[in-house]
């Protein structure tokens, strides 16, 4: 190994405790967990002011709660009734509850993110930053919708190809994951780093790179190392909590492992 690249190492590893990645890759695990539950009930909420508009949908809705509460509550057959009113009398308010709960606990999140990168890539804290966090999600969301309509694109090309063709590039739907992946990253990466040349993408890319590869094998690997029938054993109900948990920390320690790379091959 050159002395380049060993300088290269050190530099990531001193990015990495500085930057106190395992620390913020937890914060940001619990974050992002919490926020499920003002999602939940944002959709619960929209759900209701269809069934308010749609008679037909609501019918076929009471049907099926009457099903699932007389099976699990048979002294209550009314009880069936009364979610399906506190759905339609209650969306609006639930609707506007979550979506204010569910915005405060998305910025804590981005805010989060963006100290942690901030810290990563030498930006320090401050108004600015606070308003790039405030608009990331909506830069992040607008970024995933051009990347699945990429990927749609990108599917539907490879459907219709010759079949002598569809050989060669068929396999690009497999690595399709792992190119969204380091869009984003490397999408994330460039807001903060900032980069003014077009050489200076190339440490960024190689962040991406790592980050992008990692996300893969936990994406892949982490189904099979650890299936969900072992921890039902140990945590019974809690047993998707807890490797949901697992999941969004180790992709969000790979992301920020991603971004110490790129800040150390940037120098």
């Known amino acids: 190994m050159g002395p380049r690249r060993w300088e ?4 990531a590893f001193r990015l990495y405790q500085e930057a106190h990645v395992p620390f913020f890759a937890a914060a940001l695990a619990y974050y992002a967990l919490l926020s499920l539950a003002p999602l939940l009930l944002l959709l619960l909420g929209v759900f209701g002011l269809l069934l308010q508009g749609n008679p037909a949908l609501k019918e076929g809705v009471l049907e099926a ?4 509460t007389l099976a699990l509550f048979p002294t209550r057959p009314e009880l069936g009734a009364d979610l399906l009113r506190f759905l339609t009398r209650g969306a609006f308010p639930l609707t506007l509850a979550s979506s204010l709960l569910l915005l405060w606990s998305a910025s804590n999140f981005f805010a989060a993110l963006s100290y942690a990168l901030g810290l990563v890539f030498g930006v320090p804290a401050g108004v600015k930053n606070r308003l790039l966090a405030l608009a990331m999600p909506f830069l992040l969301g607008l970024g995933l919708i051009l990347l699945a309509l990429l990927g749609l ?3 539907f090309v490879v459907r219709f190809l010759p079949p002598e063709w569809r050989g060669v590039l068929g396999p690009l739907e497999d690595l399709l994951p792992l ?3 380091f869009l984003l990253f490397l999408l994330v990466y460039g807001l903060f780093a900032r980069p003014g040349r077009l050489k200076d993408l190339l440490p960024l890319a190689s962040g991406a790179g790592v980050g992008a590869s990692l996300f893969e094998a936990v994406r892949l690997g982490l189904p099979r190392l650890l299936p969900r029938s072992q921890y039902e054993l140990l945590y019974g109900p809690l047993a998707g909590f807890v490797l949901a948990l697992l999941g969004l920390y180790l992709v969000l320690w790979v992301f920020l492992l991603g971004a110490v790379v790129a800040r150390a091959l940037r120098g």
């Open 8 to 11: 290269t190492l050190k530099e």
């Open 65 to 68: 709660l009457e099903g699932v």
């Open 153 to 155: 694109a990108l599917g």
């Open 179 to 181: 190119f969204l992946a």
